[in-house]
């Protein structure tokens, strides 16, 4: 029957079209069919943004994200608030657009050929002759999935875009009269005095019975909750492991240290003098040619005559660094001079003169007065290095063949992680008490968000299987399972003990503290004189002495009209604090760098508010409408 329907398909797909075409004439399209994707989620300028438009934007955004952050949580790009973001962006360049539109504005060949040249990737592009390589720029944009044209045309768009709200931007500026009244009140300093209630000091004037941490503990079950927590044991895969299953043959070392060994010994260092002829590379030409013609000069004396190059080198070399020592530059390793002043040191004998060599800084001659060749240690001196070396090598070119087996064989045999261990010659290591997130001074696999969600997933927790295995870092793999689960509960009166009582006593000490100080607030108002308060200490915001962030916060809001002021701070569990607020004090004087750094930032901040104004401005221009809640 099949293979009557391919030889026939031609006639099989023209039924069908006959046969499917009438259903939608005569019965209709269910609506409910393309609501999905066309649903709109915004408007702007009467153009609707569907839900497609979003997933897919939220899905580019998503890829350059990971892209730029391999590492990140898979689950913050997914969640409804990363999502609506996304959303506004999307709202936000349709805005811009429009804007732009609106306003003719465009990007002219100038702007876009400047901006180009200040993108470093491209600028690095650049021939000797000052024009830019045109394939590598192509090699470039097309690493980026793109063409040169397709490139251009987004980045002139983007420019243009650009110029909306940078119009605002560039209009920005402080005067000094505003900078004064924000600096002033930003940094403006109290003279105060602070009594402090402590709960801590109330705690022992709690009394408790029974009946009263019954009924606390009725009223907070909340606080009693124990979370979900789980047993479990796992192994890790790594290039130490790997390594500590590989054994080293003797010939291997004799032959690993007769092809290593200079380079173990560490690298070569040698001694040069050299006479330096000024010319930079931006010079002139005419210069550079002068410069290298003395070059020549000296070159031919002191080749004439080699024990008068030091003499030489002090009287005519412009390196004010060497030239009082005859132009030594004491020993050197590479990496240390510029490129063709090593290459030529480093391809000289000793005792040798150099022909003229020429770098960015002008032109050299150069003697080499010293070879300082490492001794190349022994082979049983090197033997542990070149062992360790060698095994790191051999598990570097093994891993991926043991990561194979390792991650079937723990998914093979998911009943127990005993066999890969076996196999592997592997240690399986246990903890109690873990959680699905994260513990304060976790280690290893445990401290790792990704391992911990594999470890509580729901195949996990119910069949009690090996996880997959999760990749912690590069050339490192782990994988467990859970041995014993407990699920979240609320733990029961008799199993709370101490930490019921000690709860009850925090909560009754910081309300004892409360009234004490509220009544002691009260009766300072009332009679001032009858206060006993610290001596006064001077606060600001860039000056909390020690205090907390709510009592600095209090202190610097209160209203100064009537001084002294009075005011109250609960700090919850840690008591009560009564400010009593003296008098204002001169902003002390600010250093001239200070100032200007402070009118920068003031600058940026109010251009930051104009910007956000007026893109509001914008969205009502447009009758921009967000048609899903904000999460």
Do not use: C
Request: charged share 25%; no cysteine.
């Amino acid at each position: 029957m099949f293979e009557s329907i391919r030889k026939h398909s031609k006639f099989v797909m023209i039924l069908l079209f006959l046969l499917i075409i009438p259903s939608f004439i005569f019965v209709g399209v269910s609506q409910n069919y393309f609501t999905e994707s066309s649903q709109a989620v915004a408007r702007v300028d009467g153009h609707d943004i569907t839900q497609q438009d979003w997933d897919n934007a939220h899905r580019a955004e998503s890829d350059r994200l990971r892209a730029q952050n391999p590492n990140m949580d898979a689950k913050l790009l997914d969640s409804p608030e990363a999502r609506y973001a996304t959303l506004e962006k999307l709202v936000r360049d349709r805005v811009l657009v429009a804007a732009a539109q609106k306003m003719h504005l465009t990007t002219t060949d100038s702007e876009l050929v400047r901006t180009l040249q200040e993108i470093p990737a491209i600028a690095a592009l650049k021939k000797p002759d000052g024009s830019l390589d045109a394939e590598a720029y192509k090699a470039l944009v097309g690493a980026q999935g793109m063409t040169p044209e397709g490139f251009e045309a987004n980045l002139r768009k983007e420019l243009a875009l650009n110029q909306v709200l940078g119009s605002v931007t560039a209009t920005s500026f402080t005067t000094g009269a505003q900078l004064k009244q924000a600096m002033d009140a930003l940094y403006q300093r109290r003279e105060i005095q602070v009594a402090r209630f402590d709960a801590a000091a109330f705690a022992p004037k709690v009394q408790a019975n029974e009946a009263d941490l019954k009924a606390f503990y009725e009223a907070n079950t909340g606080l009693f909750k124990q979370p979900e927590e789980a047993a479990v044991e796992y192994v890790q895969l790594d290039l130490a492991a790997v390594a500590a299953g590989i054994s080293v043959s003797e010939d291997d070392l004799r032959t690993y240290y007769k092809e290593n060994a200079q380079r173990l010994a560490g690298p070569e260092e040698r001694r040069a003098s050299h006479i330096l002829i000024n010319a930079p590379k931006g010079a002139p030409a005419a210069e550079r040619e002068k410069a290298k013609a003395k070059a020549e000069e000296l070159l031919a004396r002191v080749r004439k005559d080699p024990k008068s190059f030091a003499d030489v080198a002090k009287k005519e070399s412009q390196d004010p660094g060497s030239a009082p020592n005859g132009g030594d530059l004491g020993y050197f390793g590479h990496g240390a001079m510029v490129k063709p002043f090593e290459e030529a040191v480093f391809r000289m004998k000793d005792g040798e003169i150099s022909d003229v060599i020429e770098s960015d800084f002008g032109y050299h001659i150069i003697e080499l007065t010293g070879i300082k060749a490492p001794k190349v240690p022994s082979f049983e001196e090197m033997r542990p290095k070149l062992e360790a070396d060698l095994r790191k090598q051999q598990a570097q070119r093994k891993f991926a063949e043991v990561a194979e087996t390792f991650t079937n064989g723990v998914y093979e045999q998911s009943e127990s992680l005993q066999p890969i261990a076996d196999k592997l010659k592997l240690s399986i290591h246990k903890a109690e008490h873990v959680t699905r997130q994260v513990a304060p001074g976790a280690q290893g696999p445990l401290a790792n968000a990704r391992f911990l969600e594999a470890l509580f997933s729901q195949d996990s927790l119910e069949n009690k299987r090996n996880t997959d295995a999760v990749e912690l870092a590069p050339s490192s793999l782990v994988a467990g399972r859970v041995v014993k689960y407990s699920p979240a509960r609320t733990l029961a009166m008799d199993e709370v003990g101490d930490k019921l009582k000690q709860l009850y006593t925090q909560k009754k000490a910081a309300e004892l503290a409360a009234e004490e100080g509220k009544a002691k607030l009260a009766q300072w108002k009332a009679k001032p004189e009858t206060a006993q308060l610290p001596a006064a200490v001077e606060v600001g915001r860039d000056q909390a002495k020690d205090l907390p962030r709510e009592v600095l916060d209090a202190a610097m809001r209160v209203s100064t009209q009537t001084l002294p002021a009075w005011e109250g701070v609960d700090l919850g569990s840690a008591g009560y604090v009564v400010i009593k607020i003296n008098r204002i004090t001169e902003r002390p004087a600010t250093e001239a760098q200070v100032l200007e750094q402070q009118k920068a930032q003031f600058t940026q901040w109010a251009s930051m508010a104009e910007v956000m104004a007026y893109y509001e401005q914008l969205k009502k221009q447009f009758k921009v409408q967000m048609k899903v809640p904000r999460p």
